[in-house]
C-alpha cells in the first residue's frame, strides 16, 4: 500500500541552527501538510499546501517556518533559528485531490533541539 | 472549552471485548470525522472516516457520529492485543483547498490477552 515517508526519523540540532524536514507525499495525492505533536500534547495542524502554494496555516506557522516543493516528489518544512520549544514530532501528511478526502500520515520526524 | 475532547484513558479490557472510545466536539461547523490509530513511535493510520450522522462499518470497527449532540464514537468489536495503541479522533470543516484537522488528545487502549 502506498504511503507517506519521511526523513530523517530523527533530528538532533542545537538551538539557533536551521533545520529541515523532507517528505515524499502518495504519489497521487495533490494535497500536503505538517503537523507538529509535542510531547505528551495533541497532533497540532501547522500548514497546507495546494497547488504550490499555502492555503491555510495556523498561528503557530510564524516567520520561522516555511514549506516548498522543490521537485515533483518531495515536500520539505524548513525551521528557521531553532528554540528549544521546538522539540517534537512533526509529521506529513498527503491527500487525494479531491477537496475534503481523508489524510494520511508519515511516521514522522522526531526534532530534538539542544 | 477544548474544540475537541477525548478521555486519555488507559483503558484496559481483556481480550475479545468491545470497546467503546469516544470524542466529544463543540465546533457545529465540522463536517467531517475521523479516526486514527497510533502506536508508539508510529504516525497516525488512518481508521475510519465518514462525513454523516449515523454508523459506519468496516471489519471489527464501527465509527458512529450523532451530529446534534457533537459526539462521534468508535466501536471495536472482539478486540485483539494488537489493537492495543492510542486512538486518535480528528474532525474538519468543509474548505475547498485542503482541510486542517483538528485532533482530540487520544485515548490509549491496552487489551490483555
Known amino acids: 500500500e502506498p504511503e507517506v515517508t519521511q526523513t530523517p526519523s530523527h533530528q538532533v540540532t542545537q538551538m539557533g541552527q536551521e533545520v529541515i524536514l523532507r517528505c515524499v507525499p502518495i504519489s497521487n495525492h495533490l494535497y500536503f501538510y505538517w503537523y507538529r505533536q509535542i510531547l505528551g500534547q495533541k497532533v497540532e495542524f501547522l500548514v497546507s499546501f495546494y497547488n504550490n502554494e499555502i492555503s491555510e496555516k495556523s498561528e503557530i506557522f510564524d516567520d520561522q517556518f516555511s514549506v516548498e516543493r522543490p521537485d515533483g516528489s518531495n515536500f520539505t518544512l524548513k525551521i528557521r533559528s531553532t528554540k528549544l520549544e521546538d522539540s517534537a514530532m512533526y509529521f506529513c501528511?498527503?491527500?487525494?485531490?479531491?477537496?475534503?478526502?481523508?489524510?494520511?500520515f508519515g511516521d514522522g520526524t522526531r526534532l530534538s533541539i539542544l | 472549552q477544548k474544540e475537541v475532547e477525548q478521555d486519555p484513558g488507559p483503558l484496559s479490557v481483556p481480550e475479545g471485548a468491545i470497546v467503546s472510545l469516544n470524542c466529544t466536539y463543540s465546533n457545529s461547523a465540522f463536517q467531517y470525522f475521523m479516526w486514527y490509530r497510533q502506536y508508539s513511535r508510529k504516525g497516525p493510520e488512518l481508521l475510519m472516516y465518514?462525513?454523516?450522522?449515523g454508523n459506519k462499518e468496516d471489519g471489527r470497527f464501527t465509527a458512529q457520529v450523532d451530529k446534534s449532540s457533537k459526539y462521534i464514537s468508535l466501536f471495536i468489536r472482539d478486540s485483539q492485543p494488537s489493537d492495543s495503541a492510542t486512538y486518535l479522533c480528528?474532525?474538519?470543516?468543509?474548505?475547498?483547498?485542503?482541510?486542517?484537522?483538528?485532533f482530540g488528545g487520544g485515548t490509549r487502549l491496552m487489551v490483555k490477552p
Open positions: 480528528a474532525m474538519s470543516v468543509p474548505n475547498n483547498a485542503g482541510n486542517m484537522l483538528t
Open positions: 501528511a498527503s491527500s487525494v485531490p479531491r477537496a475534503n478526502q481523508p489524510q494520511h
Open positions: 465518514t462525513y454523516s450522522s
